[in-house]
């Protein structure tokens, strides 16, 4: 049974840091890994898919890595704001759509 | 292009009765799954459907049931409700079950049972 944990579940940190959320899953066997972000009461918005076959996909200010073997994934934030403020979760796909981890509560104070 | 799309965003209900949340998929998205999120945890996998056919479910009982239409929009039907039912519902959608283009979310619908 695939089961995904993050750490930290949660950070805090000031406007303008560099920061690093951490994902781990049990089962390597997956199609795809997914970083979502979500507000206080909201949906999912979807930030970063990494295949299965791929290390790294880059959005703006976020970069998410993938190292399958060791069951591992990182969500980079670079010069983080106010408005990153959210709560951050991964989820793997495999035989099961996804499977999430209970993400990592970020608070960037200003 | 509309994203996924769900009714109604909150709903208050009362202990044993039924409940029907909707949702309408992505232009394009043949693939809807239901999630189940409690307050301060991840969401959990309760349904999949592929062409109005249900083609994975997670661990929820039977009273969990849903629907796929023929436009790919979607059902989730909850019956005798549990205080513990009381959970923010998610609906997701992809085209191709999430392989290379991932999931869709919609906002959910918070789902208050008393």
């Known amino acids: 049974k695939q089961e995904v944990t993050q750490i930290p579940a949660a950070l805090s940190v000031p406007e303008g840091e560099n920061l690093v959320l951490n994902c781990s899953f049990t089962?390597?066997?997956?199609?795809?890994l997914q970083w979502f972000r979500q507000d206080p009461g909201k949906g999912l918005t979807s930030l970063l898919l990494?295949?299965?076959?791929?290390r790294e996909q880059t959005s703006g200010r976020l970069n998410a890595s993938l190292d399958k073997s060791s069951g591992r994934s990182t969500l980079y934030i670079a010069a983080s704001q106010p408005g990153d403020s959210a709560t951050y979760l991964c989820a793997v796909s495999g035989n099961t759509p996804l499977v999430f981890g209970k993400g990592t509560r970020l608070s960037v104070i200003a | 292009e509309t994203g996924v799309t769900q009714s109604p965003t909150h709903l208050i209900k009362t202990r044993g009765q039924q409940v029907t949340l909707r949702c309408s998929s992505q232009s394009g998205h043949n693939t809807v799954s239901w999630y189940q999120q409690a307050l301060g945890q991840g969401p959990q996998f309760i349904f999949q459907?592929?062409?109005?056919?249900?083609?994975g479910r997670g661990n929820f009982p039977p009273r969990f049931s849903g629907l796929q239409f023929p436009n790919y929009s979607s059902e989730l039907n909850v019956n005798a409700l549990e205080l513990d039912d009381s959970a923010l519902y998610l609906c997701?959608?992809?085209?191709?079950?999430?392989?290379?283009?991932?999931?869709?979310f919609g906002s959910g619908t918070r789902l208050t049972v008393v």
């Open positions: 459907y592929y062409r109005e056919e249900e083609n």
């Open positions: 089962d390597s066997a997956i199609y795809n």
């Open positions: 997701a959608s992809s085209s191709d079950h999430g392989f290379n283009y991932g999931y869709t």
């Open positions: 990494i295949q299965s076959s791929q």
